[in-house]
């Protein structure tokens, strides 16, 4: 166990062994092949970059400047696809 405080430098040697070796070579192997079915087919790429061309001449444009530590507070919230 450590207990890590803001401003600590940990250099830790690790050495992983066999079964550790090999559970991460799985998740690394399942990790690779999410990204790749992460890919957008073009069909999904098309159609995204239609709405943004439709957002792009709605006319609608948002502008918030916040100057304050609490932030902002957006009450009502309606889609601009008509989707709720």
């Known amino acids: ?33 999410l990204k790749k ?13 239609g709405m943004a061309a439709a957002l792009r001449q709605s006319g609608y444009k948002i502008d918030i400047k916040v100057d304050t530590d609490e932030g902002i507070d957006i009450e009502n919230n309606q889609s601009l696809m008509n989707q709720n």
Request: aromatic share 2%; proline share 0%.
């Open 1 to 33: 166990m450590v207990n890590i405080q803001d401003g600590m430098d940990l250099q830790i040697a690790m050495e992983l062994n066999e079964s550790g070796r090999k559970r991460w070579m799985e998740n690394t192997i399942l990790l690779d092949d």
């Open 37 to 49: 079915e992460a890919l957008l087919t073009d069909a999904e790429a098309e159609k995204i970059r």
